[in-house]
């Protein structure tokens, strides 16, 4: 690790401080360089916003007073193209501290007075660091996911096998940041007849010092690979081979069927965050070669049918419950929402004795219903006050956005209508399409319930909860306006035991609703 002069060893930290007075700048650049942060200066607020947008920073530590402009108008700027980065302000006199509703709307971590000594704001700075860290990770894993999102509809197409290959090969690069990565596939052992399913027996390929053929593979890297690939497999586990740089993942099928491994190098051991990254794609690509290599054995052999039904239902619910936990992932404060929609909804159906396929599509669309919130911002999902009319416009696009995202598989065909419509209303003044009473699936009208219901009892980061007696007098006031008025009625009669469904369902409220909440009112529950 890189040291300055001064021997300390740089923590990763990117600051950049800007102050038009060039004493304070070299005193506090010298400062905290002296203590392992990564520091860049300017004098020239214009100039400082250039280089803002060409590098991310992590902490910008800024003067208030300054020409051309302050530096309340340079993190204005600053929020249109960086939202991440932690700001604190800077000022000479306590009388000429930016207002608090600056400091709020602005998102500014705190501020405080110049001094010839800085413990105040080495204090600010170094909360801010654990602050940076810890969001990091988050951002990771959010990051993370939403790729492995955007990567399953394909995993899930069928493809043939070479080419569902390339591009989990193009995911793996993406994920590991590594130019070196390789995946290996091995058909034979799911399919018992490669000659008459016209598969080859080894199904490589490779990036950066792995792009060569499988002969080359073999008789130039092999050698060095085979014990990592060898433990891995072994194991069942991701294995670091630190003396080569080797990330190995096996490929896990069924009944501990190897389907294959997939390998990077790496220039340092692997963080907590990558190996968990990891560990859902390999589910997610074990699942798609599952199927696919069933699939070319279905056309193969009609004779095993119902087996490739099975594989298929059990890849439904798997990737049913990797997309639930991606929508939870995107948005921190409504973590759980979607089980408990779901399980309001399907106690409903089943009260009203809906059959069995209803029962399914609701379970089903009460667990995604608001998979479309992965294409709104986050600024928008985690803003602490009302939304904008623009804000809520993007909002209101999400139903529309799910039901796009589901029809990619044709295996949620039957609940993207459903998706689309839980935002309608039973008196047409829904969104998005405004349809009204029974042209709203019955899937629907049932789910619109439930997470309404669930929204009026739950802590959001804009308001706190409802207590029970005001969510039963809303559920009520809604009947034949919000909601269809019998499945209201229905609903009720579910909700008499609602003692019981609160214990049955607390492991969905661990580590819910963090945050602050605003003084907004309960008119609005998304």
Known sequence: MRKNRAGKEKNGIQMFILDDDRNILEALSANFRSKGYEV?????????????????????????????????EVVARLRKFDQR????????HKE???????????????????????????????????SIRHMNTIYQYQDGLSSILSSIPHLHQMLPVEELTQQVLVELKRLTRSADCFVWVKPDET????????????????????????LKFEQEDYVNVIEAVRRSIQDHRIL?????????????????????????????APEDTLLDLLLVYAEQVSTALHNTLLKILLDANNKQLTRMNKRLRDSYMQ?????????????????????????????????????????HRVRTAGLLHDIGKIGVSD??????????????????????????ILSCMDMFCAVGGIVCAHHERYDGTGYPNGLKGEEIPLEARMITIADS????????????????????????????????????????????NYDAIVAELQWTYEENQRGRYGNYGTEEYI
């Open 40 to 72: 860049d200066t300017q004098d020239n607020p214009l100039e400082a916003l250039v280089q803002m947008e060409r590098k991310h920073y992590d902490i910008l530590i800024l003067d208030f007073i300054m020409a051309p402009i302050c530096g309340d």
């Open 85 to 92: 980065i932690c700001v604190i302000m800077l000022t000479g």
């Open 96 to 130: 000429l501290a930016p207002p608090l509703n600056t400091v709020r709307e602005l998102e500014i971590q705190g501020y405080c007075e110049k001094s010839s000594r800085y413990d105040q704001l080495e204090l600010l700075v170094e909360s801010s660091v654990k």
């Open 191 to 214: 399919l018992t007849d490669l000659a008459e399913a016209e598969v080859p027996k080894d199904i490589y390929c490779g990036a950066g010092r792995f792009e060569k053929s499988f």
């Open 240 to 268: 670091y081979q630190e003396a080569q740089g080797l990330l190995v993942v096996p490929l896990l099928g069924k009944k501990e069927v190897i389907l294959g491994v997939m390998g990077a190098t790496l220039e340092k």
């Open 319 to 359: 990737t049913v419950e990797a997309m639930r936990q991606l929508v939870d992932a995107k948005d921190l404060y409504t973590r759980g929402h979607s089980d408990r929609v779901s399980f309001y909804a399907v106690a409903l159906a089943k009260t009203i004795h809906a059959d069995r396929r209803v029962v």
């Open 379 to 404: 600024a928008i999902l985690s803003k602490p006050d009302k939304l904008t009319e623009e804000e809520f416009a993007c909002i209101k696009k999400h139903p529309a956005i799910g039901a796009k």
């Open 453 to 496: 219901f669930d929204a009026m009892m739950s802590d959001r980061h804009y308001r706190k909860k409802l207590s029970f007696e005001k969510a039963v007098s809303q559920l009520k006031e809604g009947k034949g306006s919000q909601f269809d008025a019998q499945l209201v009625e229905e609903f009720l009669k579910v909700l008499e």
